[in-house]
């Protein structure tokens, strides 16, 4: 931020990046879809915009909200409203899913299909994060699976697995949820899997 005796100023260069996801969103239908859905479409946004310009925690949010302009809403937020906001979006996941992907109509005749694993430093005591096969070759740590559905360009489906999940069980849950819920038949899966 930029301080005079009057004056106030942030730092203009990301408002193009701003306007733009935001033209974006709602000509595509997101917007309205998290508005919908969530009724903080807004905050969201914001949210989606602070991981394209300075991808950071979910608090640094609060920071990154005082050194934009945005002027759609009033984005005044405690890190607790975050947090419900990721609960909520959670939640809805997969009506979210199927409303773009209804809206945004990909050429599902070819699917791609892709898996990483991320690692944690530190101690997890959950069902999730696991020790596991490292795709990061990091022995030791445990991690996660996460799997990643594209038609057309498009991330359609995502899935999180315990750390521990070998390559093709991720499979055997992810055909049948996709052909269920997007309604697709005879695809052909292309996939990067170790």
């Not at 409203?81 to 199927?98: A, C, G, M």
């Not at 005591?125 to 596991?132: A, K, P, Q, Y």
């Not at 038609?151 to 055909?175: K, Q």
Request: hydrophobic share 35%; aromatic share 10%; glycine share 6%.
């Amino acid at each position: 931020m930029l301080y005079s005796s009057y004056v106030v100023t942030n730092d203009p260069s990301n408002y193009g990046l701003i306007y733009l996801t935001r033209i974006l969103s709602s000509e595509t239908g997101i917007k309205e879809i998290l508005d919908t859905l969530t009724g903080e479409g807004d905050l969201l946004l914001v949210m989606i915009i602070s991981r394209l310009i300075k991808p950071s925690s979910d608090i640094s949010l609060l920071k990154f909200i005082d050194q934009i302009y945005y002027p759609w809403a009033d984005l005044s937020i405690k890190k607790d409203r975050i947090y419900r906001l990721l609960d909520k979006l959670e939640r809805n996941k997969e009506s979210i899913e199927i409303d773009l992907f209804n809206r945004l109509k990909p050429d599902v005749s070819v699917i791609h299909y892709d898996l990483t694993s991320t690692y944690f430093k530190g101690r997890e005591d959950n069902d999730v994060v696991l020790f596991g096969c490292s795709r990061d070759k990091k022995m030791g740590k445990e991690q996660i699976v996460i799997g990643l559905i594209i038609a057309d360009g498009i991330p359609i489906y995502d899935e999180v697995w315990p750390g521990n999940t070998v390559d093709p069980r991720t499979l055997e849950s992810t055909i049948p949820v996709h052909k269920e819920r997007f309604h697709v038949k005879g695809n052909h899966w292309r996939q990067g899997i170790c």
